[in-house]
């Protein structure tokens, strides 16, 4: 059963702490999305890939967050520093350019204190 | 630019009774449509998805879906709420007039199942 696997699942850190969060597309797919959501805001794009360049990076700190793909099979966020206000769940989300078929992982829960 | 609304941001209805979640979309051309679940503490789970085939789209747990383009809609309907059903629901678009293409997301539907 094909599943975009993000990793970790739950993650506490101390302010100031760098994050790395990670996500595993579905093989095969070529976009890759990463979302924020919070309580307040709701589900916020922070920034997408196809064929693993970036499209589109502007919902993001650009002064903490970093987003890249190593490769086909890896894309990682990163938060450094961190603080508190980044506290969330961050999805990956993978699909082909075509746009009918986008899939979440499970999120990776970030508590910031 | 696309958007997406979810009218009301909570809806309760009794075990048994109709589920109707409502999503409006504005969309430059015919859009691809979305509606996920999301249980607490979970992921979104894909429910159904509209990809300009049927306008009325069967998803998983009894939900469907009808795509009303003269309407703009995309209403999510459960002829009978389950318990199980309780769970915040995202209705999305996938712009594809655009050669970026992404998704927008509505702000969400929480769905409360009284016994």
């Known amino acids: 059963d094909a599943r975009v696997t993000q990793t970790p699942r739950h993650k506490v850190t101390e302010m100031g702490q760098e994050v790395t969060m990670r996500c595993q597309p579905i093989?095969?797919?070529?976009?890759v999305f990463w979302y924020r959501q919070t309580m307040m805001q709701g589900l916020e794009l922070l920034a997408y890939?196809?064929?693993?360049?970036?499209?589109?990076d502007s919902g993001m700190p650009k002064d903490r967050f970093s987003a890249e793909m190593p490769d086909a099979t890896l894309a990682t966020l990163k938060i450094q520093p961190s603080e508190p206000r980044d506290s969330a769940v961050y999805f990956c989300?993978?699909?082909?350019?075509?746009?009918?078929?986008?899939?979440f992982g499970e999120g990776s829960w970030l508590t910031v204190v | 630019a696309q958007s997406v609304t979810q009218l009301g941001s909570h809806v309760s209805v009794s075990e048994g009774a109709l589920v109707l979640l409502r999503c409006n979309y504005s969309?430059?051309?015919?859009?691809?449509l979305f509606w996920y679940v999301q249980y607490p503490n979970q992921g979104l789970q894909l429910l159904l998805k509209?990809?300009?085939?049927?306008?009325l789209v069967k998803g998983i747990n009894g939900f469907e879906a009808e795509f009303k383009k003269s309407e703009t809609s995309f209403h999510l309907t459960k002829p009978s709420a389950h318990m199980s059903d309780a769970a915040e629901y995202f209705c999305?678009?996938?712009?594809?007039?655009?050669?970026?293409?992404?998704?927008?997301f509505g702000r969400g539907t929480q769905l409360t199942v009284w016994p």
């Open positions: 989300a993978s699909g082909q350019s075509s746009g009918n078929t986008i899939y």
């Open positions: 093989l095969g797919h070529n976009t």
């Open positions: 890939f196809r064929n693993r360049a970036p499209l589109d």
């Open positions: 969309s430059s051309v015919p859009p691809y």
């Open positions: 509209y990809t300009s085939a049927a306008t």
């Open positions: 999305a678009v996938f712009d594809r007039g655009s050669t970026l293409g992404r998704l927008y």
